[in-house]
T-cell receptor, first 114, second 111 residues
Framework: DGGITQSPKYLFRKEGQNVTLSCEQN?????MYWYRQDPGQGLRLIYY???????QKGDIAEGYSVSREKKESFPLTVTSAQKNPTAFYLC?????????????FGPGTRLTVT | KNQVEQSPQSLIILEGKNCTLQ??????????LRWYKQDTGRGPVSLTI?????NTKSNGRYTATLDADTKQSSLHITASQLSDSASYIC??????????FGKGTRLHILP
């Protein structure tokens, strides 16, 4: 059963704590992405990776960190430096060859920081 | 400026009726345009993709159109069903692979 999974679905943290969101895919995709979705706004790119051990900052990388040690996994850490961490976080993956390649999204993690 | 504007922000229609969602973009240089459906609390799922040379593409009850000259796209839903209640997101990719997301149209289907 191929797909992209995120865990947990809901996450609650106290302000000042770092938290790591999981993203795993078994689609054999080279590229993986992290987006943040806030009410009334389009998805915003946090980080992306096109190959293992390499990743680039997206439009809103401040306060976040990632790693890409395995092709299948692209965890996102929301650090205490992120000023407004409460949001819906979406992970996606895609092939990297051909411009018609589709991004496949995970089910998302809703993070609430109080 | 590379932007994707969707209208309306939200739409309420009765089950069985048709509706059309709009997407205007200023993204350049254009590569392709996708429509995604996002159920509440879930990740987006692709409905259609359209390239510069394509005018119309259908996926079941969903029909997307693209006018690359006026930089407009629409998504028409025929004979709406309760399961069509979702957000519909227009996404434009540039030739340098940068992806720009619209804010989405929230569609509510009433029984």
């Amino acid at each position: 059963d191929g797909g992209i999974t995120q865990s947990p679905k809901y996450l609650f943290r106290k302000e000042g704590q770092n938290v790591t969101l999981s993203c795993e895919q078994n689609l054999n995709h080279d590229a993986m992405y992290w987006y943040r979705q806030d009410p009334g706004q389009g998805l915003r790119l946090i980080y992306y990776s096109q190959i293992v051990n390499d990743f680039q900052k997206g439009d809103i990388a401040e306060g976040y960190s990632v790693s890409r040690e395995k092709k299948e996994s692209f965890p996102l850490t929301v650090t205490s430096a992120q000023k407004n961490p409460t949001a819906f976080y979406l992970c996606a993956s895609s092939l990297t060859s051909g411009r018609s390649y589709e991004q496949y999204f995970g089910p998302g993690t809703r993070l609430t920081v109080t | 400026k590379n932007q994707v504007e969707q209208s309306p922000q939200s739409l309420i229609i009765l089950e069985g009726k048709n509706c059309t969602l709009q997407c205007n973009y200023t993204v350049s240089p254009f590569s392709n345009l996708r429509w995604y459906k996002q159920d509440t609390g879930r990740g987006p799922v692709s409905l259609t993709i359209m390239t510069f040379s394509e005018n119309t593409k259908s996926n079941g009850r969903y029909t997307a159109t693209l006018d690359a000259d006026t930089k407009q796209s629409s998504l028409h839903i025929t004979a709406s069903q309760l399961s069509d209640s979702a957000s519909y997101i227009c996404v434009v990719r540039r030739r340098d692979d940068k992806i720009i997301f619209g804010k989405g149209t929230r569609l509510h289907i009433l029984p």
